[in-house]
Each structure stands twice: as C-alpha cells, then as structure tokens.
C-alpha cells in the first residue's frame, strides 16, 4: 500500500515547539518532492514548505519562514517539520504530501500528489 502518515500534532502554548513526522510506507518518498501543508477552519488549505526532489532545495512560504524547518531521512523514509516560536495563528490541522510542484513561490499539488491524513496542531495559552 502507498501511504503518508503524518503524527506529532498537539497541543503547546505560544512560543513552544513541535516536531511533525510524515512515514512513508509503499515507495521511497526521497524520490518525489516533499511537502507541509495546513487547512485552519474557514480557510483554505496553504503550502508551508516543501523539499525539492531534484535538487534538495527547501523553500518555506510567508508564515513558515524562520520558524520552520522541513527535512528527510532517507533511512527512515520519513519527513519531518520541524516548528519553534509557535503562534496561536498556527493552529490547523497539518498535512504533508509526496509528489507535487515545489518551488521558491509555493507547494503546488497535482493529480497525483499523494496525502497524509492529517495531524492537529493546537496553539493555545
């Protein structure tokens, strides 16, 4: 089975951290570009970073940058994003997807990007 499995979400207070994973189970991952996305309700789902497959390029989009940091592991066929100085405005629910159109402007999905299933992050004192 091809699959993305995204885990790490919670709960943290303003100003903390959290270390999202995205294992991948059924193809390398390291053969496709990577990327973060996040859907806050009522708004539509944005990029927030993405790894280029061709060059390992990263590129981080407005809010991500700074702050984030995406990365792989090749060994672990696994992704990672990485996420300090947390603001309430963060909060979504953080997906993170093979195959796609990643470049210095934005994460562009295509017809056959493949999805995780989400995780919740929750920034909140």
């Known amino acids: 089975q091809v699959q993305l499995v995204e885990s790490g979400g919670d709960l943290v207070q303003p100003g903390g951290s959290l270390r999202l994973s995205c294992a991948a189970s059924?193809?390398?991952?390291?053969?496709?570009?990577i990327g973060w996305f996040r859907q806050a309700p009522g708004k539509e789902r944005e990029g927030v970073s993405c790894?280029?497959?061709?060059?390992?390029?990263?590129y981080y989009f407005d809010s991500a940058k700074g702050r984030f940091t995406i990365s792989r592991d090749n060994a672990k066929n696994t992704a990672y994003l990485q996420m300090n100085s947390l603001k309430p405005e963060d909060t979504a629910v953080y997906y993170c997807?093979?195959?796609?159109?990643?470049?210095?402007?934005?994460?562009?999905?295509?017809?056959?990007?493949?999805w995780g299933q989400g995780t919740q992050v929750t920034v909140s004192s």
């Open positions: 790894i280029s497959s061709s060059d390992g390029t990263s």
């Open positions: 059924g193809f390398t991952l390291d053969y496709y570009d």
């Open positions: 997807a093979a195959n796609m159109r990643c470049g210095w402007k934005n994460a562009i999905p295509v017809v056959s990007t493949l």
